[in-house]
């Protein structure tokens, strides 16, 4: 027994599967889950933000600003004027010492040139070495800065200088200009010199403790941003 042939009422009958009759029509604009069609967005699958455009366009975005940071406090600043003039008044009076050493009391503005005392040579030639030592004093307190402490002491044998040319113009009478103006420069010139020392190092505390501030406030306000 043959099975019959399908009639074409058959093949139009809504219990086929594959035929194109079967599908029904789309509406326009709408896409099937699992195509995507172009202009609409595939549901689940977010809109790129600004800055995967940036990235796509080849443009990279500006970095943040960062905050400036403190200028680091340097101690040198403070302290150079006052460290060039000692160098300068130590080999001012290394130099002098140096030439009252060679020349002896035949040096001195008041020498006759006459017999000369050996008692009076000997002692003056020593204190004119002294004076050598005390002018490297300065220069070496200058250079190698950590002996800073050491400068009153320094300070405290010129000016102790300066009270013996007193006691000698009290005793034994008026010297020559010269040393007149001497003394002067050793009365004033020690004690003005410690509180130009006293004076920098308390501004120069002052300006470390502004310049750790500064930059404390200035890491803060970078870490808030």
Not at 104 to 117: F, I, K, M, Q, R
């Amino acid at each position: 027994m043959s099975n019959a042939a399908p009639t074409p009422g058959d093949r139009n009958s809504p219990t086929g599967t594959d035929g194109p009759g079967n599908q029904a029509p789309k509406a326009p604009g709408t896409s099937t889950p699992g195509t995507s069609t172009p202009g609409t967005s595939t549901p689940g699958v977010p809109a790129s933000d600004a800055s995967t455009r940036r990235e796509r366009s080849g443009k990279p975005g500006r970095a943040a600003k960062q905050p400036k940071a403190a200028k680091p406090y340097k101690s040198s600043d403070d302290w150079g004027v006052f460290r060039a003039v000692v160098i300068g008044v130590g080999i001012l009076v290394a130099g002098f010492g140096l030439y009252n050493l060679i020349t002896g009391t035949a040096g001195l503005p008041d020498s006759s040139g006459g017999e000369v005392d050996p008692t009076l040579e000997s002692q003056y030639r020593f204190f004119a070495a002294m004076m050598v030592g005390v002018g490297a004093a300065f220069v070496a307190i200058a250079v190698k800065f950590q002996w800073a402490n050491m400068l009153w002491l320094v300070c405290l044998m010129v000016f102790l200088g300066g009270i013996g040319r007193v006691l000698s113009w009290a005793f034994s009478g008026t010297p020559h200009f010269t040393f007149i103006v001497l003394m002067i420069v050793e009365l004033a010139f020690p004690p003005a010199l410690l509180v130009w020392h006293r004076f920098i190092a308390k501004t120069s505390d002052l300006r470390r403790e502004y310049s750790q501030q500064a930059g404390g406030d200035a890491g803060i306000a970078g870490g808030s941003r």
